[in-house]
């Protein structure tokens, strides 16, 4: 039986390979092609984590932070104390650096990120192991299955 999966080239791709080596598939009886694109198009990593909208949130930490200890100390000498000043001065912090980081990523004029390569990966096994294999392959994110009787 031969079962056939096209994923994006991430990180998914690497942990189902991993895993079909888990359930007793051996290297040789996997194949990964690469598939070739148009050389026009160019490909962009994505951040399949989200880490595009961790960033803001980031910069708007580090700078409620830094904002937080300025302004606890400067409310020493103020009239609300160094609590108050500090909060103040945290939701400040944090609103500057979310917004400043916003403001710079929408400049840069970023575009939406392109697709990413695609590869196949081909899997040669017993029929009893073409469902958990192909369930390995949706659960990391395969594009498309397709099952393939081996020819006699």
């Known amino acids: 039986m031969l079962i056939i999966g096209t994923f994006e080239h991430s990180f998914e791709l690497e942990q189902a390979l991993a895993e079909l080596e888990q359930t007793g598939i051996e290297r040789r009886y ?14 962009v990593r994505t951040d399949v984590s989200g880490e595009q909208n961790r960033k803001p949130i980031e910069a708007g930490m580090a700078c409620a932070t830094a904002c937080c200890v300025i302004g606890t100390s ?6 609300w104390g160094p609590l108050i000043w500090g909060l103040i001065s945290t939701v400040i ?3 500057a650096g979310f917004g400043t980081f916003k403001a710079v990523q929408k400049s840069e004029g970023r575009k939406p990120p ?3 390569p695609e590869v196949t990966i081909i899997v040669q096994c017993r029929e009893e192991l073409s469902n958990p294999v192909r369930r390995i392959m949706w659960r990391y994110r395969a594009m498309t299955v397709g099952r393939l009787p081996e020819p006699q």
Do not use: H, I
């Open 74 to 79: 400067v409310g020493f000498r103020l009239a």
């Open 93 to 95: 912090g944090f609103a």
């Open 114 to 116: 392109s697709r990413l």
């Open 30 to 43: 996997m194949m990964v092609v690469p598939m070739d694109a148009d050389p026009k198009e160019s490909f």
